[in-house]
């Protein structure tokens, strides 16, 4: 039975955004519409051209009897921009403040519509680069490294601060919080993680920089290479002990009994170098 | 400047997905293309019927000024029953038995497309009551919690067994582990949930029920009432403690050094009542 494009068009949408970085072949829409082949090519024009218009993302179309076509999620610069300055009107809150010098966030990740921005704006730095898995530790990152996760479309691992019994064999390391300068330990279960995997490791917040630093050790450690750091915010904070790694943050908190939020590096490292 | 129907439907499929369960005016997509009235209604019947032959969901017309339309993300039996037979396929693998009667399913977990899934046939069952949001304890129902927030468009909140400095305030109960009658504790950060909520609780596996107990407990320190209980699996276990509580489970587990998954009881709940 022959489907008419307007029918097409919206269930293309659908599929592609169900499949980021997917190589999805031409033939498979051919025989899913009963449609000529020139007929899809003309659909994905038309995808193509409103998903860059509306700033949804790109419709990657490789030619040829390999090819097909890819949905890379993306977000616009002046969109991402806005979306900071929300999240810095959101958390520039004095009824924020937290004893000890912390910063209340939680709230502000349990929003799915802002989780899904958070995960579209960090999947844009990273949209052409290889991230075979996205790597973070319970609790708070988790949300985050989610959404970051279905836009690359890649598994997400989750370390734990101590192994439970659902986690089967695990692999542990032990890291000094660069904030107190305790050591800690992180643990992570054997088979989450594949060796030789390009990992991106996300938090909510970067302070000392000992969890990432964790996480990268515990990356090694799977005999992983670390592809790049991404946290919702960083802390304006002296003593950060990063040796070799870079890193993207969308906001810059300074806490001092008040709280004062400014851009973090991720607009000026990601919009402004392209 | 007026935009084609085919860029439309592509815009108006995307801006939809993006927000189920929220009503949208008319008149917002009759301003956001510069397009008459009835040609935005002539879209909408084309959305309404490929959603619907599609499994997408439904596109929900309220007619009247105070109308709009809604998108109401839900899953056909069919495609249903389809992923709980992989998932059973996946999880009846005898090495994923864990020391103490324990199943291994973390990897499960990982993996977006799988989530989404998960949250879709979720949603689909409380797809026509009010649920304000959704609760789960750390760790492993975050990813569950957050899929089914998802399609729900609802904020989901987590509670931990040890309160964290950056939860601030927190209201905290006690509960007995059904599985092995410890006492344990759970904490939720006092202004995660508001007061009168409708809450579906969350979690990835349903033992002895002392969890899910233990969050109905929560939600009603938090004035809130249980709206429902959602897991992805539930054991076959015969000391289950529950007293006022229906849940929905996608499969069920047998271990008894051998692990033998079958249906839990959503398909049957939700899909032959229909």
Do not use: W
Not at 53 to 73: E, K, S, Y
């Amino acid at each position: 039975m022959k489907v008419r494009r307007s029918n097409r068009l919206i269930d293309m949408t659908k599929y592609l955004l169900d499949r980021p970085h997917t190589l999805i072949p031409l033939t498979f829409f051919v025989d899913r519409y009963g449609s000529a082949k020139s007929s899809i090519s003309e659909d994905l024009g038309i995808l193509k051209q409103t998903f860059k218009d509306r700033g949804i993302g790109i419709v990657d179309t490789i030619p040829g009897a390999a090819g097909g076509t890819r949905f890379l999620p993306s977000i616009p610069a002046a969109e991402a921009k806005a979306f900071v300055d929300d999240l810095k009107d959101a958390l520039n809150d004095d009824s924020r403040y937290l004893a000890g010098g912390y910063i209340y966030m939680a709230d502000v990740l349990s929003y799915p519509s802002t989780l899904r921005t958070i995960g579209r704006i960090m999947a844009t730095k990273f949209v052409d680069q290889r991230i075979d898995a996205v790597l973070t530790v319970a609790t708070k990152g988790i949300p985050i490294a989610q959404s970051i996760a279905t836009n690359l479309n890649v598994p997400f691992v989750v370390a734990q601060h101590d192994s439970k019994i659902t986690d089967g064999s695990t692999i542990s390391v032990n890291y000094v919080s660069g904030s107190n300068n305790n050591v800690k330990k992180m643990v992570l279960s054997k088979r989450s993680l594949a060796a030789n995997s390009r990992v991106l490791i996300v938090d909510d917040y970067l302070k000392g920089g000992g969890t990432v630093n964790g996480l990268a050790t515990l990356a090694r450690e799977f005999n992983c290479e670390v592809a790049g750091v991404s946290v919702l915010a960083e802390e304006n904070f002296a003593r950060r002990e990063f040796t070799d790694q870079e890193y993207v943050s969308l906001v810059k908190v300074d806490i001092a009994k008040h709280i004062t939020v400014s851009d973090g590096n991720f607009l000026k490292t990601v919009f402004n170098q392209k």
